[in-house]
């Protein structure tokens, strides 16, 4: 019950963002339709940023507790591409039941986590953000493994919004874990990370 009451209250707040989009449609086409309407939008968030990545954590008593656990670095170089500089996998490995491949995960070396974007609002900017899925070949219980952690990509809750002209908000959330090609039970909850973004003035 508290993982619907999480994904209401953030689906509550997607839509007051929408909301906010279907006032500035009264006066003039805000979605993003076109070629040109896309570089527009790219134009307006476009470069390099600096932030935090935020944890929500569903099992508090309200629902939701923000709670910051990494500093992050992130680019957007062109109008189908975000990247997370070399995001944590102390944080992909967050609610791994299995203890082996938990710490095998957190010894690996962090790498960049690409995302597929698409741009749905020009003003404010909205889009779609499709993380690429991590792999990693990774020993553990005596053998190699490949393991796959999956996004949810496609929905309303895998997303970024340009909250002021430098700011960005940034919500991803890591779905599973496969190894050897099978789904497994090992990722007790869903990780929901939130990124809250400055843009870096580059002189």
């Given at each position: 019950?508290?993982?619907?009451?999480?994904?209401?209250?953030?689906?509550?707040?997607?839509?007051?963002?929408?909301?906010?989009?279907?006032?500035?449609?009264?006066?003039?086409?805000?979605?993003?339709?076109?070629?040109?309407?896309?570089?527009?939008?790219?134009?307006?968030?476009?470069?390099?940023?600096?932030?935090?990545?935020?944890?929500?954590?569903?099992?508090?008593?309200?629902?939701?507790?923000?709670?910051?656990?990494?500093?992050?670095?992130?680019?957007?170089?062109n109008d189908s591409t975000l990247i997370i500089k070399y995001f944590p996998n102390k944080l992909l490995a967050m609610n791994?039941?299995?203890?082996?491949?938990k710490e095998a995960l957190e010894a690996a070396e962090d790498k960049d986590l690409v995302c597929r974007i698409g741009f749905?609002?020009?003003?404010?900017?909205?889009?779609?953000?499709?993380?690429?899925?991590?792999?990693?070949?990774?020993?553990?219980?005596?053998?190699?493994?490949?393991?796959?952690?999956?996004?949810?990509?496609?929905?309303?809750?895998?997303?970024?919004?340009?909250?002021?002209?430098?700011?960005l908000l940034l919500q991803i959330i890591e779905a599973a874990v496969v190894v050897d090609g099978k789904v497994t039970k090992?990722?007790?909850?869903?990780?929901?990370?939130?990124?809250?973004?400055?843009?870096?003035?580059?002189?």
């Amino acid at each position: 019950m508290k993982k619907i009451n999480l994904f209401a209250l953030l689906f509550c707040f997607l839509a007051a963002g929408s909301m906010t989009s279907c006032n500035s449609d009264s006066t003039e086409d805000n979605d993003v339709q076109t070629k040109a309407d896309i570089q527009e939008a790219f134009a307006k968030v476009k470069g390099q940023y600096e932030g935090k990545i935020v944890y929500l954590d569903g099992n508090t008593t309200d629902g939701i507790n923000d709670k910051e656990v990494a500093r992050v670095n992130c680019e957007i170089p062109n109008d189908s591409t975000l990247i997370i500089k070399y995001f944590p996998n102390k944080l992909l490995a967050m609610n791994i039941k299995n203890k082996a491949l938990k710490e095998a995960l957190e010894a690996a070396e962090d790498k960049d986590l690409v995302c597929r974007i698409g741009f749905i609002k020009k003003k404010p900017v909205e889009m779609i953000v499709n993380p690429v899925t991590p792999e990693f070949n990774l020993t553990f219980d005596n053998a190699q493994h490949k393991v796959l952690l999956p996004f949810f990509i496609n929905n309303i809750y895998s997303f970024s919004r340009q909250m002021s002209a430098d700011e960005l908000l940034l919500q991803i959330i890591e779905a599973a874990v496969v190894v050897d090609g099978k789904v497994t039970k090992d990722l007790t909850t869903n990780n929901i990370f939130k990124l809250k973004l400055e843009r870096l003035m580059i002189r």
